[in-house]
């Protein structure tokens, strides 16, 4: 027997707090793909990047209209009993919403795992995650298949057998995130205290870091918070699991936003920057051969950063320079 807040309750509370997420997702979604097409040729655009951002938005949005579309029907067309309906999970509406829910979640997660790749630019350190990722996908797909499979009289969302699946989903979705979001930031820490020291300058990686260790907290507190929620057989659930769509898509396009103005703010720098007399280039590239402590072997992407681009070309090796 579920606990909290009634379910038709926590149904409307759901949607409408995922519509205002929602709303704002679409400012972000829309800041996202003017910081990856403005002032850039079709041909250089990041396509990949830009496919993952339109899909999050599909998701996002079709996820949204579903939970309206059972809204309506709760309160309207089975609103002589609306709480039956809601806590019927064999209803289709009910495993196609969580079936946006799950193809999103795999979506990011994967999007995290192979920047993990791009950037320490090794199969291994991606293994443990990957395995997360295969768990997260098969606990996802059976869920959907025993709510799909249970009955209306017995379609009740805390039933043994489908709980046991939603919380292993969960488990394995927080575990995949805080590794994958860990390993990345780590890496992207490293190198950015690389080049700091080699120009003697403060790290431009910085806010990159801290942007992607804020939205994985964001991400992983909103989970963790669903997974105790379900445990504990509370509807409460239902309103943080709904909001994790939108929050997803928003701390998605943060992180491409932040990298863009990061971009910018460098180009801008260089503009700015006084032009030095050809002897002064001389002598100071002959201080840098003879003074050289490190070379950082750093491809930068589309978008600006490691990690966030395309290709299996790029590549981040740090290593020591031959003496001159």
Known sequence: MAAGIPLGAGTLMSTILEGILYGFSILLFMGTIWSLTYKQRIQVINRPIATVVILLW???????IVNIIRVEYAFVTYRGRPAAFLADVSQPTYVLKHAFYVLQTLLADGVVIY???????????IILPSMLWCGVAVTGVIGL???????SNSGDIYAQVLAKWV?????????????SSGILVYRIWSIGNNVSTARATK???MPVVRVLIDTAFLYSAVLFTALICFVLSNNGEVVVLDMVM???????????????IARNTRNHSNINMPRRTTSEAGQESSRQNSTRPLQVH???????TPGFGKGNEDELSPCPAASV
């Open 58 to 64: 599909m998701l996002s949005t079709a996820h949204i």
């Open 115 to 125: 920047r993990c790749y791009v950037v320490w630019q090794s199969i291994w350190i």
């Open 145 to 151: 298949y025993c709510a799909s499979q249970s009955g």
């Open 167 to 179: 919380t292993a989903f969960f488990a394995l979705t927080i575990a995949t995130n805080l590794l």
């Open 203 to 205: 790290g431009s990686m």
């Open 246 to 260: 939108p929050i997803v898509s928003i701390a998605f396009y943060m992180v491409l936003i932040r990298i863009a």
């Open 298 to 304: 750093i491809s930068q992407f589309n978008d600006g």
